[in-house]
């Protein structure tokens, strides 16, 4: 089968990142007042239900559908929160900017406020994940769920805490507010750590691939494997001045005039 090729199972997972957050930008631009950006967020319920749908299915099959069933439905649950979340439904309860030469406690405090609600439906996804793939054949679901958590919490702490390129290219503007909350700087602590852990996921998923047994699970190993390698690659675009917004820009109108004062939109 061609989809049991670890190189084509790699492809897909690349494709369906670019295609999926593609989509959800697209989709929030037009919907402009909040009335519309509230029932786009009800209105792709059925989403949300085939994604749960789909992990619950793909939990005890072993086989090469099972693996990419979980994939699509962790995609399609973290795309359904993260949709929530750039209509301004799902946010968090501080919608207002940060003053400038707040201390660092404090500007956390206020950045924990802008998606507090959002990070809270997040860990509750992945714990019921968590809980449903314990004993379970099949864990993709719970595992590239997973990826996409800690290298979204990495991505933002580091914004938080200061890198070189932040764009706000795809930002809303029901998320104006999100900017005044990170900053600019050369480089932070937690940046090398952040690359390095990913690194090292990469490389552990790679050797799970190269001995895995059976080829629904080089597919699956495959899958994460390169969902990781993107999360890495969207924290170098932290630090590189690389125009990445340009995989999304052809789908989207112009942009507005805005100033330098950018924050990232990568991915999912």
Request: aromatic letters at 12%; glycine letters at 8%.
């Given at each position: 089968?061609?989809?049991?090729?670890?190189?084509?199972?790699?492809?897909?997972?690349?494709?369906?990142?670019?295609f999926?957050?593609?989509?959800?930008?697209?989709?929030?631009?037009r919907?402009?007042?909040?009335?519309?950006?509230?029932?786009?967020?009800?209105?792709?319920?059925p989403?949300?239900?085939?994604?749960?749908?789909?992990?619950?299915?793909a939990?005890?099959?072993?086989?090469?559908a099972?693996?990419?069933?979980?994939?699509?439905?962790?995609?399609a649950?973290?795309?359904?929160?993260?949709?929530?979340?750039?209509?301004?439904?799902?946010?968090?309860?501080?919608?207002?900017?940060?003053p400038?030469?707040?201390?660092?406690?404090?500007r956390?405090?206020?950045?924990?406020?802008?998606?507090?609600?959002?990070?809270?439906?997040?860990?509750?996804?992945?714990?019921?994940?968590?809980?449903?793939?314990?004993?379970?054949?099949?864990?993709?679901?719970?595992w590239?769920?997973?990826?996409?958590?800690?290298?979204?919490?990495?991505?933002?702490?580091?914004?938080?805490?200061?890198v070189?390129?932040?764009?706000?290219?795809?930002?809303?503007?029901?998320?104006?507010?999100?900017?005044?909350?990170?900053?600019?700087?050369?480089?932070?602590?937690?940046?090398?750590v952040?690359?390095?852990?990913?690194?090292?996921?990469?490389?552990?998923?790679?050797?799970?691939?190269?001995?895995?047994?059976?080829?629904?699970?080089?597919?699956?190993?495959?899958?994460?494997?390169?969902?990781?390698?993107?999360?890495?690659l969207?924290?170098?675009?932290?630090?590189?001045?690389?125009?990445?917004?340009?995989?999304?820009?052809?789908?989207?109108?112009?942009?507005?005039?805005?100033?330098?004062h950018?924050?990232?939109?990568?991915?999912?």
């Amino acid at each position: 089968m061609i989809l049991s090729d670890p190189w084509l199972a790699a492809l897909a997972a690349l494709f369906v990142w670019w295609f999926s957050t593609g989509a959800i930008l697209v989709a929030v631009r037009r919907a402009v007042s909040p009335g519309a950006r509230l029932w786009l967020t009800l209105g792709s319920a059925p989403v949300l239900a085939l994604a749960v749908w789909a992990v619950h299915g793909a939990a005890d099959a072993q086989g090469l559908a099972g693996v990419y069933l979980g994939f699509l439905g962790a995609i399609a649950l973290w795309g359904w929160i993260e949709t929530a979340f750039l209509t301004g439904v799902v946010t968090g309860p501080n919608l207002h900017p940060c003053p400038p030469g707040r201390p660092g406690w404090e500007r956390f405090l206020r950045a924990w406020g802008t998606i507090a609600y959002h990070e809270m439906a997040l860990v509750a996804a992945l714990i019921v994940l968590g809980l449903h793939a314990a004993g379970a054949a099949n864990t993709t679901a719970f595992w590239t769920f997973a990826v996409l958590f800690f290298a979204r919490l990495s991505a933002k702490l580091n914004l938080f805490l200061g890198v070189p390129k932040i764009n706000t290219e795809f930002l809303p503007p029901q998320l104006s507010h999100l900017p005044s909350h990170f900053r600019i700087a050369p480089m932070n602590w937690l940046f090398p750590v952040s690359v390095t852990a990913l690194s090292f996921a990469v490389a552990c998923w790679l050797e799970r691939l190269f001995t895995a047994g059976t080829p629904a699970e080089a597919a699956g190993f495959a899958l994460l494997a390169a969902l990781t390698a993107l999360a890495l690659l969207e924290h170098w675009f932290l630090v590189l001045p690389l125009p990445d917004e340009k995989l999304w820009r052809w789908m989207l109108p112009a942009p507005k005039p805005k100033n330098d004062h950018r924050e990232d939109a990568h991915g999912l």
